[in-house]
């Protein structure tokens, strides 16, 4: 579990495997692109090769900064023991334990942050920090720009490869050994793969903007549909952030404090908690203890739970949480072969984290 108060030391962020990879994967891009378009269009022997190498230059530039500007920005975070102006509004809103103090809307805890995040979107290891209101626009400018300069990077990464399968039969002018080979073929896969992934990100991305919602906001945007389709008596659920896309656009960019928002003329400024509220009461009630029969060390590929739990672990950073004979455990997710959910601790605090499923079963009341 992670207790840094990354809002103290925002550089902190930066000792992390996702930034470093990060910034390997950018300067290994750029770097080896503009090695590869110099044999062929070297930027002192024309005006379009000079114009390219500074196009691509302050592509890299710009979308570098922005990445900067995500990282040491961060998401913002609510005060610690943060609570409404009016002492009637904390019914309507949720108490962080951990923050000691209510939620305001829009504000989730992040467990690797430890804190309460402003307009909460998800908490990205690539940054080592969340998405929330102070770098929200910085992450997608970030996106659009990375998307046109990894297109740029490819379409001359393939230019080369052209250029050199050409010259088979011909004088050879662009000297190419296999550790260049290697390279090439590694960078032009990781250019590929950064524009297919980014533009998938930023598809999912633009959805929200233009919603004025949040990957989490969503989720409970769903949930509440579902809900209403279960139960028609239920008063219908109006997304109370929803203005309209131009007022949408203008929300996402305008500098608020990130916690006091415009909602819909039809709506109260409660009205998402409220339903944030209603939700969690549900789940809540579903919530089953389960007991530990078999002991979990938290290593990620536990081969002693067998082949198909270390193949199919969770895909994310978080917590593998270790687990005794005996141990209770609340179990809030889970996949095919792993659960996640925390356990108290004797000193009153929660541990989180996932677990295989096979080291847990249902709690009954004569196991006690
Ligand atoms: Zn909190
Ligand atoms: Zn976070």
């Given at each position: 579990m992670s207790t840094v108060?990354?809002?103290?030391?925002?550089?902190?962020?930066?000792?992390?495997?996702g930034p470093i990879l990060s910034i390997i994967i950018y300067k290994c891009v750029t770097l080896t692109t503009l090695y590869f378009t110099e044999i062929w269009?070297?930027?002192?022997?024309s005006l379009g090769g000079f114009l390219n190498n500074t196009i691509l230059l302050t592509l890299f530039f710009i979308s570098f900064t922005c990445y900067l500007k995500c990282v040491i920005v961060g998401p913002g975070y609510l005060p610690l023991k943060w609570k409404p102006?009016?002492?009637?509004?904390?019914?309507?809103l949720q108490f962080c334990r951990i923050c000691d103090g209510y939620k305001a809307p829009r504000v989730h805890h992040c467990h690797k942050c430890n804190r309460c995040v402003l307009r909460m979107d998800h908490h990205c290891p690539w940054l080592n920090t969340c998405v929330g209101h102070a770098n929200h626009p910085y992450f997608v400018i970030f996106i659009i720009v990375s998307i046109i300069a990894s297109i740029q990077s490819s379409i001359l990464l393939l230019k080369t490869l052209v250029l050199v399968l050409a010259q088979y039969g011909h004088q050879i002018l662009i000297y190419f050994p296999l550790n260049l080979t290697l390279l090439w073929i590694t960078v032009f896969g990781l250019a590929l793969c950064l524009t297919f992934t980014l533009s998938l990100l930023l598809y999912i991305q633009m959805k929200y903007v233009l919603k004025n919602s949040t990957t989490i906001e969503d989720w409970i945007i769903g949930k509440a549909i579902s809900r209403r389709e279960q139960d028609q008596s239920l008063p219908p659920f109006i997304?109370?952030?929803?203005?309209?896309r131009i007022n949408n656009i203008k929300e996402f960019f305008a500098k608020g404090d990130g916690i006091h928002w415009k909602v819909r003329d039809?709506?109260?400024?409660?009205d998402l908690t409220i339903e944030q509220l209603e939700q969690k009461l549900i789940k809540e009630s579903w919530k089953k203890p389960m007991q530990v029969i078999k002991e979990y060390n938290?290593?990620?590929?536990?081969l002693v739970f067998g082949l198909c739990v270390c193949c199919q672990?969770?895909?994310?950073d978080e917590a593998r949480m270790p687990l005794a004979v005996g141990d209770l455990v609340q179990v809030t997710r889970f996949h095919k072969y792993w659960m996640y959910g925390h356990k108290n601790l004797p000193d009153g605090s929660r541990l989180r984290g996932w677990f295989p499923k096979q080291c847990v079963t249902l709690f009954t009341k004569k196991d006690n």
């Amino acid at each position: 579990m992670s207790t840094v108060n990354y809002s103290q030391f925002p550089l902190m962020r930066f000792v992390h495997w996702g930034p470093i990879l990060s910034i390997i994967i950018y300067k290994c891009v750029t770097l080896t692109t503009l090695y590869f378009t110099e044999i062929w269009w070297p930027c002192y022997g024309s005006l379009g090769g000079f114009l390219n190498n500074t196009i691509l230059l302050t592509l890299f530039f710009i979308s570098f900064t922005c990445y900067l500007k995500c990282v040491i920005v961060g998401p913002g975070y609510l005060p610690l023991k943060w609570k409404p102006d009016l002492e009637e509004d904390q019914q309507y809103l949720q108490f962080c334990r951990i923050c000691d103090g209510y939620k305001a809307p829009r504000v989730h805890h992040c467990h690797k942050c430890n804190r309460c995040v402003l307009r909460m979107d998800h908490h990205c290891p690539w940054l080592n920090t969340c998405v929330g209101h102070a770098n929200h626009p910085y992450f997608v400018i970030f996106i659009i720009v990375s998307i046109i300069a990894s297109i740029q990077s490819s379409i001359l990464l393939l230019k080369t490869l052209v250029l050199v399968l050409a010259q088979y039969g011909h004088q050879i002018l662009i000297y190419f050994p296999l550790n260049l080979t290697l390279l090439w073929i590694t960078v032009f896969g990781l250019a590929l793969c950064l524009t297919f992934t980014l533009s998938l990100l930023l598809y999912i991305q633009m959805k929200y903007v233009l919603k004025n919602s949040t990957t989490i906001e969503d989720w409970i945007i769903g949930k509440a549909i579902s809900r209403r389709e279960q139960d028609q008596s239920l008063p219908p659920f109006i997304f109370p952030y929803n203005l309209g896309r131009i007022n949408n656009i203008k929300e996402f960019f305008a500098k608020g404090d990130g916690i006091h928002w415009k909602v819909r003329d039809e709506c109260n400024v409660y009205d998402l908690t409220i339903e944030q509220l209603e939700q969690k009461l549900i789940k809540e009630s579903w919530k089953k203890p389960m007991q530990v029969i078999k002991e979990y060390n938290g290593r990620w590929f536990p081969l002693v739970f067998g082949l198909c739990v270390c193949c199919q672990i969770p895909w994310t950073d978080e917590a593998r949480m270790p687990l005794a004979v005996g141990d209770l455990v609340q179990v809030t997710r889970f996949h095919k072969y792993w659960m996640y959910g925390h356990k108290n601790l004797p000193d009153g605090s929660r541990l989180r984290g996932w677990f295989p499923k096979q080291c847990v079963t249902l709690f009954t009341k004569k196991d006690n």
